[in-house]
Nanobody, 128 residues
Framework: WVRLVESGGGSVQSGESLKLSCVAH???????????MGWYRQTSGKGREPIAG???????TYAVSMKGRFTISRDNAKKTVYLEMNNVKPDDTAMYYC???????????????????WGQGTQVSVSA
């Protein structure tokens, strides 16, 4: 069972940058290197919205609406996936969730129904 722990959330002002991290536990680096990892976000009353995924080869896939201000990366040795958020806006206020899956990749990974492992989330609040 893969346990994902997010960090880096907080309260920021519009226009600032923020970098989220997610560390995977209960899994070896070798095993995790074969997983796709990524990020979703969720606001109250809405479903989980995909942001981006990155596959075992480091190829990133972004949801169409998320292209431009978000950058995903991973460090397999540290078992960590990152999400860099630039020029944040109040609409970016949400709970941000890390996700991982051993089989889904590319746009398949951006379907929350198909992803197996989730973190507990880290809150990002952006003020105007």
């Amino acid at each position: 069972w893969v346990r994902l722990v997010e960090s880096g959330g907080g309260s920021v002002q519009s226009g600032e940058s923020l970098k989220l991290s997610c560390v995977a536990h209960e899994v070896s680096s070798d095993a995790l290197s074969a997983y796709s990892m990524g990020w979703y976000r969720q606001t109250s009353g809405k479903g989980r919205e995909p942001i981006a995924g990155i596959n075992s080869n480091g190829v990133a896939t972004y949801a169409v609406s998320m292209k431009g201000r978000f950058t995903i990366s991973r460090d397999n040795a540290k078992k960590t996936v990152y999400l860099e958020m630039n020029n944040v806006k109040p609409d970016d206020t949400a709970m941000y969730y890390c996700a991982a899956d051993p089989e889904m990749a590319g746009y398949s990974f951006l379907d929350p129904q198909r992803v197996n492992y989730w973190g507990q989330g880290t809150q990002v609040s952006v003020s105007a």
